[in-house]
């Protein structure tokens, strides 16, 4: 089941209804039923993957907790890390490996013939590894007390809100929640629907809008012109951060009307003015996991110069490979990862404390990032490379051929222009002159023209003065302009 569809409209007051007058015990069974349910929408027998991960890392924890031997515990531990992720790499990497294999069999002349699964990936299946994977890591390392009521550490792993798309949260945020009994409280439904709202808005309006534009320049790089492809990509570099964004932003504030604060993951990821800021701005809940569970047990930054480069470089590619089973996504990862190195080879500085804002350093760094971007978009390495040439030498002027596609309207370009522009705009004033924006901004909902392939059929700009002093952008609480260290 998606945010942004018409069975979740008709599923979330059903489960308010019920939920609020439990007590505690009744409101974590019943949120574990309907995340069951939520799960089970599309493929209903993958919850048994689910489940068999579920009870290997409950009982990893108890019995982490519960032995003194640091040799057991560290036995404990792998276990249940090799099983969890066994899962992981069935579903997600085997078909991959499978066909690399291959390729590289046939290169050397073998006669080697693989077999792949073609098993579709259960939804939000990297997700959930890693934050149950984070739980038996923080009970080994005794930063959390094993969980022994199942359904409640079930429910920790199936949450509904985060269960799809994060943010991944660590066991010490969310699970003593689920011990506490929640109330209706009119302060947090009118909050958490307005982050839905805002949510709704970036993901159904930008986002799918953008991708429009987006798809033009990628599925036809051969044809459209230097001015499309370079739209095209910047669209797409905003499709991307508006889809996990307003879909984070979405399940924040579907968490806060039941009750529960998940953290913050994005904070206006294209102001950075280096590549290493943009990660603390991006994804935070990601970031900081592949930071705390795989580039600090590296070593981080404690060991030699060559050292501490390697490690970043390391879980950079992991960090591709965890986004898809492909070398366009370990491309990008290793491309984000070198980019770091070379700021900290010449000593930039990645955080901007203490310094004003340049519009030079921030358009110089989402140029690095529109380059990583072509290939977490490209379906191959090949078409990648052909997207860079294509921008290189495409006329400025689109062909006949271009021109007959009829892919994409001259007003959706506008269109497109005109979103990119005003969100960037909006979220530069909403770091740098928040009070601007809380005081004298007004969103108006307005009709789009019926031929603009739209599902929502409206979006918003901002002008005037509202009074009382509240923005659209500020209904996400969420949306602070303070850096995460």
């Given at each position: 089941?998606?945010?942004?569809?018409?069975?979740?409209?008709?599923?979330?007051?059903?489960?308010?209804?019920?939920?609020?007058?439990?007590?505690?015990?009744?409101?974590?069974l019943?949120?574990?039923?309907?995340?069951c349910?939520?799960?089970?929408?599309?493929?209903?027998?993958?919850?048994?993957?689910?489940?068999?991960?579920?009870?290997?890392?409950?009982?990893?924890?108890?019995?982490?907790?519960?032995?003194?031997?640091?040799?057991?515990?560290?036995?404990?531990?792998?276990?249940?890390?090799?099983?969890?992720?066994?899962?992981?790499?069935?579903?997600?990497?085997?078909?991959?490996?499978?066909?690399?294999?291959?390729?590289?069999?046939?290169?050397?002349?073998?006669?080697?013939?693989?077999?792949?699964l073609?098993?579709?990936?259960?939804?939000?299946?990297?997700?959930?590894?890693?934050?149950?994977?984070?739980?038996?890591?923080?009970?080994?390392?005794?930063?959390?007390?094993?969980?022994?009521?199942?359904?409640?550490?079930?429910?920790?792993?199936?949450?509904?809100?985060?269960?799809?798309?994060?943010?991944?949260?660590?066991?010490?945020?969310l699970?003593?929640?689920?011990?506490?009994?929640?109330?209706?409280?009119?302060?947090?439904?009118?909050?958490?629907?307005?982050?839905?709202?805002?949510?709704?808005?970036?993901?159904?309006?930008?986002?799918?809008?953008?991708?429009?534009?987006?798809?033009?320049?990628?599925d036809?790089?051969?044809?459209?012109?230097?001015?499309?492809?370079?739209?095209?990509?910047?669209a797409?570099?905003?499709?991307?951060?508006?889809?996990f964004?307003?879909?984070?932003?979405?399940?924040?504030?579907?968490?806060?009307?039941?009750?529960?604060?998940?953290?913050?993951?994005?904070?206006?990821?294209?102001?950075?003015?280096?590549?290493?800021?943009?990660?603390?701005?991006?994804?935070?809940?990601?970031?900081?996991?592949?930071?705390?569970?795989?580039?600090?047990?590296?070593?981080g930054?404690?060991?030699?110069?060559?050292?501490?480069?390697?490690?970043?470089?390391?879980?950079?590619?992991?960090?591709?490979?965890?986004?898809?089973?492909?070398?366009?996504?370990?491309?990008?990862?290793?491309?984000?990862g070198?980019?770091?190195?070379?700021?900290?080879?010449?000593?930039?500085?990645?955080?901007?404390?203490?310094?004003?804002?340049?519009?030079v350093?921030?358009?110089?760094?989402?140029?690095?990032?529109?380059?990583?971007?072509?290939?977490?978009?490209?379906?191959?390495?090949?078409?990648?490379?052909?997207?860079?040439?294509?921008?290189?030498?495409?006329?400025?002027?689109?062909?006949?051929?271009?021109?007959?596609?009829?892919?994409?309207?001259?007003?959706?370009?506008?269109?497109?222009?005109?979103?990119?522009?005003?969100?960037?705009?909006?979220?530069?004033?909403?770091?740098?002159?928040?009070?601007?924006?809380s005081?004298?901004?007004?969103?108006?909902?307005i009709?789009l023209?019926?031929?603009?392939?739209?599902?929502?059929?409206?979006?918003?700009?901002?002008?005037?003065?509202?009074?009382?002093?509240?923005?659209?952008?500020?209904?996400?609480?969420?949306?602070?302009?303070?850096?995460?260290?």
């Amino acid at each position: 089941m998606l945010f942004n569809s018409l069975a979740f409209v008709a599923f979330f007051p059903i489960v308010l209804a019920v939920y609020f007058p439990l007590k505690q015990q009744g409101q974590v069974l019943w949120l574990l039923l309907v995340s069951c349910v939520f799960y089970m929408w599309l493929i209903p027998n993958y919850i048994l993957i689910l489940i068999l991960t579920v009870l290997v890392d409950f009982f990893a924890g108890i019995l982490i907790e519960n032995s003194t031997s640091d040799r057991r515990r560290k036995g404990i531990l792998i276990v249940s890390i090799v099983s969890t992720c066994l899962i992981l790499i069935a579903f997600k990497y085997f078909d991959f490996f499978q066909s690399n294999v291959e390729m590289l069999a046939r290169t050397i002349g073998w006669n080697y013939s693989s077999s792949t699964l073609n098993m579709i990936l259960p939804v939000g299946l990297s997700f959930h590894t890693f934050q149950s994977l984070s739980y038996v890591v923080e009970v080994y390392r005794g930063n959390q007390k094993a969980e022994r009521h199942f359904p409640t550490y079930f429910l920790y792993v199936m949450f509904f809100p985060q269960l799809v798309a994060g943010p991944i949260e660590r066991p010490q945020n969310l699970l003593h929640q689920f011990h506490e009994k929640h109330r209706f409280d009119v302060d947090r439904t009118v909050s958490g629907l307005k982050q839905i709202v805002v949510g709704l808005f970036m993901k159904v309006v930008i986002a799918d809008r953008l991708a429009m534009i987006a798809n033009v320049g990628f599925d036809h790089a051969d044809l459209a012109p230097r001015p499309v492809l370079f739209l095209s990509l910047v669209a797409f570099a905003f499709q991307i951060y508006c889809d996990f964004a307003g879909y984070s932003t979405i399940a924040i504030g579907t968490a806060r009307i039941l009750g529960f604060d998940l953290m913050v993951n994005f904070k206006h990821p294209y102001l950075s003015m280096s590549v290493g800021e943009m990660w603390r701005r991006w994804h935070i809940s990601l970031s900081t996991w592949f930071r705390d569970y795989v580039y600090l047990p590296l070593g981080g930054s404690r060991c030699g110069r060559i050292r501490w480069q390697t490690n970043l470089l390391v879980t950079f590619l992991l960090s591709g490979l965890w986004h898809g089973a492909n070398w366009t996504y370990l491309i990008w990862g290793g491309l984000n990862g070198l980019f770091i190195v070379a700021e900290n080879l010449v000593g930039r500085k990645v955080s901007t404390k203490g310094e004003g804002f340049s519009p030079v350093r921030v358009f110089f760094t989402f140029c690095l990032l529109c380059v990583t971007w072509v290939f977490f978009r490209a379906r191959t390495v090949e078409q990648a490379f052909e997207f860079f040439h294509r921008m290189a030498t495409a006329p400025m002027i689109g062909t006949i051929e271009f021109l007959n596609l009829k892919a994409v309207s001259t007003l959706n370009l506008v269109l497109g222009m005109f979103l990119i522009l005003a969100l960037w705009i909006i979220e530069w004033a909403k770091e740098y002159w928040p009070r601007l924006i809380s005081e004298h901004a007004l969103v108006y909902w307005i009709p789009l023209p019926s031929g603009l392939n739209s599902s929502s059929g409206s979006f918003a700009i901002g002008c005037g003065r509202w009074s009382p002093a509240t923005s659209f952008w500020d209904l996400a609480p969420g949306h602070s302009s303070a850096l995460q260290e």
